[in-house]
């Protein structure tokens, strides 16, 4: 009489404490964080899994189905190497999967050292045969605070937000945000749209709506500084990376001092903030300006006191 050969294995319990688990996948990339030689020269993005804490049960491994391998994930914990400063996950609820596409989280919950998110978390190929990435659906549960998503980039302020994101990690951190307010002090700012943060920062069809926005918020991202104090707010659409930025919207700025006098703005076309600072079809239509804004912003500014006016410039003048 022949043996059927078993078509799955129930492990029951697993755990593992203080593992370290590394996933090496090619990129085309030649400089930035986390880049390994690999053998014959080949360059490699390195993702980390450290201090890494897990409980599962229910685990069924499969020798002839998909996934490969299932359980219920009871706990984990870890520190994500993914840029220069760590993905802090305190703790992970949820189901846990292996199969052709990588590792996946589903029904998770992540608690973080300041909040809780939930969603689906994958690491694997995006299609068959294709390096592994890291990807998630995630919502925040409430408020969680901006020091807990400060590993993507040093320059997010204190604060915290809710809201909805899809992200991917590959190459950089790519997010597409949906809803996403933030609470900032003395601010606040919606966003919905995409934005990359590698080496520098693009945006992709990011509309901001700023309730408002103290204009200091704004230095470490433009790498300048405004010589005046004050509060923007309005409603702004941006697309690519801050150094040649396209942009379209209506912002209202209300200085401290100056008067007090608020000034209204259109505005659209592409400006550039590089070694030679300018502008491509740029317009602004300005209501209600404050001319000792403008003195403020451009000391050669001629005026003081109040009227409108329309700025016009056309490709690649230079505004320094």
Not at 63 to 78: G, I, M
Not at 260 to 285: C, K, R, Y
Not at 288 to 295: F, P, T
Request: charged letters at 20%.
């Amino acid at each position: 009489m022949k043996t059927k050969p078993v078509a799955e294995l129930r492990l029951g319990q697993v755990g593992f404490r203080q593992s370290r688990v590394r996933i090496l996948t090619p990129t085309m990339k030649r400089s930035g964080q986390r880049l390994v030689q690999g053998p014959e020269g080949v360059v490699l993005r390195e993702l980390t899994f450290d201090s890494l804490d897990i409980d599962i049960e229910e685990a069924i491994l499969s020798v002839s189905s998909e996934p490969q391998f299932t359980a219920r994930l009871n706990s984990l914990s870890s520190s994500v190497g993914v840029l220069e400063e760590p993905l802090v996950i305190e703790e992970a609820l949820g189901f846990v999967s292996y199969g052709q596409r990588g590792i996946t989280i589903s029904e998770g919950r992540y608690t973080l050292p300041g909040g809780l998110i939930q969603g689906d978390l994958t690491v694997g190929p995006r299609t068959e045969g294709q390096p592994w990435v890291l990807t998630a659906d995630i919502q925040s549960e409430g408020w969680v605070p901006l020091s807990d998503i400060g590993w993507i980039d040093a320059r997010i302020p204190e604060g915290r937000f809710r809201g909805a994101a899809e992200l991917r990690i590959e190459d950089g951190v790519h997010l597409a945000v949906q809803d996403v307010e933030t609470e900032l002090e003395a601010g606040n700012v919606l966003f919905n749209g995409g934005v990359t943060f590698d080496e520098g920062l693009t945006l992709s069809g990011m509309q901001v709506t700023a309730n408002p926005l103290p204009l200091d918020r704004l230095e470490p991202w433009i790498e300048r500084d405004i010589p005046i104090d004050g509060w923007l707010s309005g409603e702004a659409s941006l697309n690519g990376a801050l150094a040649d930025l396209s942009l379209q919207g209506r912002v209202t700025l209300v200085p401290t001092g100056l008067g007090g006098t608020p000034t209204t703005a259109e505005f659209q076309g592409a400006i550039h903030m590089g070694d030679n600072p300018g502008a491509t079809e740029f317009s602004v239509l300005m209501g209600s300006m404050n001319y000792d804004v403008l003195s403020a912003l451009w000391p050669e500014f001629p005026w003081a006191g109040s009227g409108n006016g329309r700025v016009q410039i056309g490709i690649c003048d230079s505004m320094g």
